[in-house]
């Protein structure tokens, strides 16, 4: 795992941010156009949502950093290796598809990537083994990222997500015998407790979603 260059990346990123605006211009612009499902404060409402891209950004390595130290510490490492090395060449080498955007709001686009390749792969454990695979929940930070990045382009990174996920995983990838030995890792107490020193997972990103709310 090189999280050393995703951290520079996301440096440069920010430096380009600083002398250019971009980001801000681009959520300045959407703000009147968000769907009023995400709940963002009264005052500086532009603020949270920088914040929010940044810290969503800035979650891809932590995530990378965590899910690397468990696995080895775990054991778990050949089912977990797999999906971080998807999730990281999402930042080192995007698809062609992000090419259209610079600074943070490409990274915009490969953290969405990231995070949508580890929810997805999330959903696959839930449903065969009753848990996920990396105990981050990125749901609501996903759907506000999604219209942050636009309904048509999102939806086209996630047909990236999911090419992703059936190359690497699918239904007879989960009935190997193999695959059974990790149920019971997944779930012993080693396990939780090695996620639990890293609090960086449960982080909160300052933006919420009011899910029952009408369009």
Same mark, same amino acid.
């Given at each position: 795992m090189n999280i050393?260059?995703?951290?520079?990346? +996301?440096?440069?990123?920010?430096?380009?941010?600083?002398?250019?605006?971009?980001?801000?211009e681009q959520l300045v612009q959407q703000l009147p156009h968000l769907h009023p499902s995400i709940q963002l404060p009264e005052i500086d409402a532009q603020g949270a949502l920088t914040r929010f891209v940044g810290a969503y950004i800035e979650q891809v390595p932590e995530m990378l950093e965590a899910a690397n130290s468990v696995a080895r510490e775990a054991?778990?490492?050949?089912? +977990?290796? @797999?999906?971080l090395k998807i999730a990281e060449q999402y930042f080192l080498q995007p698809p062609a598809i992000t090419n259209t955007h610079l600074?943070?709001?490409?990274?915009?686009?490969?953290?969405?990537?990231?995070?949508?390749?580890?929810?997805?792969?999330?959903?696959?454990? +839930?449903?065969?083994?009753?848990?996920?695979?990396? @105990?981050?929940d990125t749901t609501v930070a996903n759907l506000i990222a999604h219209q942050l990045i636009g309904e048509e382009f999102a939806n086209q990174l996630d047909e990236v997500v999911h090419h992703s996920v059936d190359e690497m995983l699918?239904?007879?990838?989960?009935?190997?015998e193999s695959v059974e030995q990790y149920r019971d890792k997944l779930s012993s107490p080693a396990t939780g407790a090695a996620w639990k020193r890293w609090p960086c997972l449960s982080r909160q990103l300052g933006v919420g979603l009011e899910l029952d709310q009408s369009a």
């Open positions: 050393a260059a995703l951290r520079e990346q +996301i440096t440069r990123a920010h430096q380009h941010e600083t002398e250019t605006g971009q980001l801000k054991g778990i490492e050949s089912q +977990i290796k @797999p999906v600074g943070l709001g490409c990274l915009l686009d490969e953290a969405y990537l990231a995070h949508r390749l580890v929810e997805e792969v999330n959903d696959l454990y +839930i449903k065969h083994f009753n848990q996920p695979l990396i @105990p981050l699918n239904e007879e990838s989960f009935a190997l």
